[in-house]
């Protein structure tokens, strides 16, 4: 057994709220001690109440800010790390989408392997103990690319939780070649079905044959909505409409969504209506859409200022209680040529871009409690009995020092272990 002594808990990862604690908006987290006993949390007490036990081990957090291991729910681990030989001299979506296509000729297994594994023991040193990767799954290369996660899934076992979803044209569902894509995905152990949605007079039609394959498979959805600045673009609307039609009980989720942020107020609620109606979960993937949305431009001698962040309406989507994740999204690809799997980086700046120091309380969870349920790990991202025993010790005592020094490199307790992982040098990315 192993003893935490005060660790500072932020107070919406507890099981309960502290009964009659004076909780500090900008400090909303409490001392707490904890007992673990081998792969769980055993105990969650008030500090300083967690008696002795002769046979623990006992650890001083000295007041530091402690997470439960953070939970990156949408990654795309296939496409990471690739900057390097195919970036994106645009800096456009259609840019990137080339870019990456052209890539694809290297995605040989021991190339995924390389790369994607080079990734999870990024997120491993940083923190990260859950990890849902979005797989490109087309009849060329989806077979290697899902088998490979399937590997890394066997390999990080008892270390890092890998999810996979498959990721093909909503379009591919109206065929044949749809079930086939999403066969192929369940088969080496995805989670969900997805896809990339298009806005057009097909997609009710797409949408409903999605659904009713991941119903008849008994899996969730989750998809890309709406990743651009056109406010015509609907498909976070179309996709709450479709649950609804169906009457899907099962998990839906649905990252980007940006163009509601530039639609008109009205119809943007009505949308959030009808998502939180379809119990729809939201991931907001800020670092990217930042990177890549309102690019002006590209092709003019000189860059413009874009004149919004890219992110979707975080704040309208929690205040109608529709639950909000964010995560690292693209990584060092075309679509985002920076990143380090680092979720409180990702945090911290989620915290700045979407002004989230105004729910302090609430903004923890987008990169643990909420992520997990999400993705459908309720015994993660927590810090409760019961929950899994992965802890991040920061090197923070207060928000304001995490928010401002998110890359410190944390302690971490995995079990009963304490230990302090290291990220891998980017020498070893480099292609000889």
Same mark, same amino acid.
């Not at 792969?39 to 007490?45: G, L, N, P, T």
């Not at 080339?98 to 999870?120: I, M, N, P, T, Y």
């Not at 379809?278 to 874009?306: H, K, V, W």
């Not at 019961?386 to 995995?414: K, N």
């Given at each position: 057994?192993?003893?935490?002594?005060?660790?500072?808990?932020?107070?919406?990862?507890?099981?309960?709220?502290?009964?009659?604690?004076?909780?500090?908006?900008?400090?909303?987290?409490?001392?707490?001690?904890?007992?673990?006993?081998?792969?769980?949390?055993? /105990? %969650?007490?008030?500090? #300083?109440?967690? =008696?002795?036990?002769? !046979? @623990?081990? $006992?650890?001083? *957090?000295?007041?530091? +800010?402690?997470?439960?291991?953070?939970?990156?729910?949408?990654?795309?681990?296939?496409?990471?790390?690739?900057?390097?030989?195919?970036?994106?001299?645009?800096?456009?979506?259609?840019?990137?989408?080339?870019?990456?296509?052209?890539?694809?000729?290297?995605?040989?297994?021991?190339?995924?392997?390389?790369?994607?594994?080079?990734?999870?023991?990024?997120?491993?040193?940083?923190?990260?103990?859950?990890?849902?990767?979005?797989?490109?799954?087309?009849?060329?290369?989806?077979?290697?690319?899902?088998?490979?996660?399937?590997?890394?899934?066997?390999?990080?076992?008892?270390?890092?939780?890998?999810? /996979? %979803?498959?990721?093909? #044209?909503?379009? =591919?569902?109206?065929? !044949? @070649?749809? $079930?086939?894509? *999403?066969?192929?995905? +369940?088969?080496?152990?995805?989670?969900?079905?997805?896809?990339?949605?298009?806005?057009?007079?097909?997609?009710?039609?797409?949408?409903?044959?999605?659904?009713?394959?991941?119903?008849?498979?008994?899996?969730?959805?989750?998809?890309?909505?709406?990743?651009?600045?056109?406010?015509?673009?609907?498909?976070?609307?179309?996709?709450?409409?479709?649950?609804?039609?169906?009457?899907?009980?099962?998990?839906?989720?649905?990252?980007?969504?940006?163009?509601?942020?530039?639609?008109?107020?009205?119809?943007?609620?009505?949308?959030?209506?009808?998502?939180?109606?379809?119990?729809?979960?939201?991931?907001?993937?800020?670092?990217?859409?930042?990177?890549?949305?309102?690019?002006?431009? @590209?092709?003019?001698?000189?860059?413009?200022?874009? +004149?919004?962040?890219?992110?979707?309406?975080?704040?309208?989507?929690?205040?109608?209680?529709?639950?909000?994740?964010?995560?690292?999204?693209?990584?060092?690809?075309?679509?985002?040529?920076?990143?380090?799997?680092?979720?409180?980086?990702?945090?911290?700046?989620?915290?700045?871009?979407?002004?989230?120091?105004?729910?302090?309380?609430?903004?923890?969870?987008?990169?643990?409690?909420?992520?997990?349920?999400?993705?459908?790990?309720?015994?993660?991202?927590?810090?409760?009995?019961?929950?899994?025993?992965?802890?991040?010790?920061?090197?923070?005592?207060?928000?304001?020092?995490?928010?401002?020094?998110?890359?410190?490199?944390?302690?971490?307790?995995?079990?009963?272990?304490?230990?302090?992982?290291?990220?891998?040098?980017?020498?070893?990315?480099?292609?000889?």
């Amino acid at each position: 057994m192993l003893i935490v002594r005060r660790a500072r808990v932020p107070v919406s990862l507890l099981p309960v709220r502290p009964v009659g604690a004076q909780i500090d908006a900008l400090e909303p987290a409490v001392l707490c001690d904890l007992a673990i006993d081998g792969d769980r949390i055993a /105990a %969650v007490v008030p500090g #300083g109440q967690l =008696d002795s036990h002769p !046979a @623990a081990r $006992e650890f001083d *957090a000295g007041g530091s +800010l402690v997470f439960p291991g953070f939970v990156d729910a949408h990654v795309h681990l296939d496409k990471t790390h690739t900057w390097h030989r195919a970036p994106n001299r645009s800096g456009t979506f259609m840019g990137a989408l080339q870019a990456l296509a052209d890539d694809k000729v290297h995605w040989s297994e021991a190339d995924l392997h390389r790369r994607a594994g080079f990734a999870l023991r990024c997120a491993w040193a940083h923190g990260t103990r859950a990890i849902r990767t979005h797989v490109d799954t087309g009849p060329e290369w989806g077979e290697r690319s899902h088998a490979v996660m399937a590997a890394l899934r066997r390999e990080w076992a008892g270390r890092i939780t890998l999810q /996979a %979803v498959p990721l093909c #044209g909503g379009s =591919d569902y109206l065929s !044949a @070649a749809g $079930e086939r894509l *999403a066969d192929l995905a +369940l088969r080496h152990g995805a989670s969900a079905l997805g896809g990339f949605l298009i806005m057009s007079g097909e997609l009710p039609a797409q949408l409903d044959r999605m659904l009713a394959i991941a119903f008849e498979r008994g899996v969730g959805v989750d998809l890309h909505v709406d990743e651009s600045g056109n406010p015509q673009a609907e498909c976070l609307r179309l996709v709450a409409e479709a649950v609804l039609r169906a009457g899907f009980s099962l998990p839906v989720v649905c990252g980007h969504c940006c163009s509601l942020a530039v639609q008109d107020h009205a119809r943007a609620q009505s949308t959030i209506a009808l998502v939180r109606e379809a119990r729809i979960g939201i991931i907001s993937l800020p670092e990217c859409n930042l990177y890549l949305q309102d690019r002006r431009g @590209a092709d003019a001698p000189f860059p413009r200022t874009p +004149l919004w962040r890219g992110i979707t309406l975080v704040h309208d989507l929690m205040d109608a209680g529709i639950p909000v994740a964010c995560a690292s999204d693209n990584v060092r690809d075309a679509l985002h040529a920076f990143g380090d799997y680092n979720l409180a980086e990702v945090y911290a700046q989620s915290v700045r871009l979407a002004h989230l120091d105004a729910r302090l309380e609430d903004s923890v969870r987008v990169v643990t409690r909420t992520a997990a349920d999400l993705i459908g790990l309720p015994d993660r991202g927590r810090i409760a009995p019961g929950a899994a025993a992965h802890l991040v010790v920061l090197e923070a005592h207060r928000f304001s020092e995490l928010l401002s020094r998110p890359s410190a490199s944390p302690l971490c307790i995995d079990a009963e272990e304490i230990h302090r992982p290291s990220v891998p040098p980017f020498a070893e990315l480099n292609d000889r």
